[in-house]
């Protein structure tokens, strides 16, 4: 196999778009040590703490939000296009980038244009549907799209033709063993062995509804002799839980090493983000999903193939109450063998290859 030498990877705005980026980078440098990996993001976006920390190179470019309606048109638009593509242009002439690869966000957009006004092959990664609007601007110069889950196959149009490869993950991910870390994870966390756990989640900024909702119902928890695990999330305000709990109820307001917390579950209550699903199911973590409400539903869609897999439960935000929690979670989490049937059908519908299978797409790309 030729080795890749220069590789410029798109994508920023929000973990969705970004975590993926950062998987495929590390696939890349691990197959090949010397290769040049450039990344683009924009001035404002999560991109600008976590790519820098991971160790990669990121040029900010000039990005802007896109009109939901999609035409060629777009090429046309003056000024701040022009702009934002002519500087993503000169960073794929300078480091002579061989390929593109997408990950979503408005910064993908000018890198889309600037490849394929050079020729360069554009590779795609897709998570949603419907696609996002960057993505599918994208798919207008490029067929080479790769998606991360089997129902998007089915349910956009846009992507009958994409390539399946999973979602790119972090090796501390698809690489954990679960039950050999749990002592440790217990540890780590103050909670006890004896009893299950509940981890909640509402991803890196955390979700109100999730938040409030849990708290409200400590007491019935800790009285079933149920632990929590509580991530309160980057932007949302602290909550109140009561000291007096007979069971550990910890808070963190913020977890960078989400394996400890997976390792540490029993039971997750999170939101559908597409991450968030290709982990749990990776790691064959049973999940209630709360699917994020103000959107086009894209989060129902990740969640709900797991659901009917076996895997997890759905409910809709509005109706994640106290005493929802009390009459589902607490029987749930108290019933191993229900449990353990569900993680075996997580399991079963995810996988943990995506960093590798796109990275033997983008080599075809490349012709190598």
């Not at 632990?227 to 932007?235: E, P, S, T």
């Not at 076996?310 to 019933?335: F, K, Q, Y």
Request: proline share 8%; glycine share 10%; charged share 20%.
């Amino acid at each position: 196999m030729v080795p890749l030498r220069s590789v410029v990877l798109a994508g920023g705005g929000t973990g969705g778009h970004i975590y993926p980026l950062l998987a495929f980078a590390d696939a890349l440098r691990r197959h090949f040590p010397h290769i040049r990996i450039t990344t683009l993001g924009s001035p404002k976006g999560m991109e600008n703490q976590l790519i820098p920390a991971a160790g990669y190179d990121l040029r900010v470019i000039p990005a802007f939000q896109l009109p939901r309606s999609l035409n060629l048109d777009l090429l046309r638009t003056p000024d701040r296009m022009y702009k934002s593509t002519h500087a993503a242009g000169e960073i794929l002439d300078e480091v002579q980038a061989e390929v593109v690869v997408g990950f979503g966000g408005y910064v993908s957009v000018p890198a889309y244009l600037a490849a394929w006004r050079r020729e360069l092959p554009i590779v795609v990664h897709e998570v949603n549907v419907p696609p996002g609007v960057a993505n599918r601007m994208g798919m207008k110069f490029t067929k080479r799209v790769a998606v991360g889950f089997p129902h998007q196959l089915e349910q956009a149009e846009s992507l009958r033709n994409a390539r399946l490869v999973g979602v790119p993950l972090r090796t501390g991910i698809t690489q954990m063993d679960r039950p050999a870390l749990r002592p440790q994870a217990l540890y780590h966390f103050g909670l006890r062995p004896d009893l299950p756990v509940l981890f909640v989640s509402g991803g890196s900024s955390g979700a109100r509804t999730i938040n409030l909702a849990v708290a409200a119902a400590a007491k019935r928890l800790a009285h079933a002799g149920i632990q929590v695990l509580h991530v309160q999330g980057g932007r949302n305000d602290p909550f109140d839980v009561p000291n007096d709990l007979p069971v550990p109820y910890v808070v963190v307001p913020y977890l960078s090493d989400m394996q400890l917390g997976y390792a540490a579950a029993d039971l997750m209550l999170c939101r559908g983000g597409a991450i968030t699903v290709a982990e749990t199911t990776a790691l064959g973590m049973p999940a209630i999903y709360v699917p994020y409400p103000f959107s086009n539903q894209e989060q129902r869609r990740n969640a709900l193939p797991v659901v009917e897999a076996g895997g997890g439960m759905l409910v809709d935000n509005s109706e994640l109450t106290p005493d929802w929690i009390e009459r589902n979670i607490i029987p749930l989490a108290r019933d191993r063998q229900r449990l353990a049937a569900m993680g075996h059908a997580a399991a079963g519908y995810g996988r943990r290859d995506g960093d590798e299978q796109l990275l033997r797409f983008v080599l075809e790309a490349v012709g190598r």
